[in-house]
């Protein structure tokens, strides 16, 4: 059984295969449910940026939404520290 985010990783690692050369008639998403596994289990282990992001986001109140919003914080962080590190790669 596939879970919802597993599938939702996997095909957008499908999409962002499909500019790579070589690629041709791309598989369906099952064929990247691996590599959607193994990106979102390195997320598991969030680094210093994403967890103290997290902690902004967990000193407001409480509502139904606030798990998701510390997500997504955490998230747009791990993001944020791609983009300055290809930045700083120039």
Same mark, same amino acid.
Request: overall charge neutral; hydrophobic content about 40%.
């Given at each position: ?19 790579? /050369?070589?690629? #041709?008639?791309? *598989? ?9 596994? &193994?990106?979102?289990e390195a997320m598991r282990h969030p680094?210093?940026?994403m967890i103290f992001r997290g902690g902004?986001?967990?000193?407001? /109140?409480?509502? #139904?939404?606030? *798990? ?9 962080? &791990?993001l944020q520290d791609n983009v300055e ?6």
């Open positions: 059984m596939n879970s919802e985010m597993v599938k939702r990783v996997a095909m957008a690692i499908r999409e962002a295969s499909a500019g790579n /050369p070589g690629t #041709g008639g791309l *598989p369906d998403w099952h064929s990247y449910e691996r590599q959607a596994r &193994a990106a979102i680094t210093e940026e902004l986001v967990s000193d407001m /109140p409480w509502d #139904g939404r606030k *798990p998701a919003r510390i997500l997504a914080a955490m998230v747009d962080a &791990a590190q290809k930045e700083n790669a120039r």
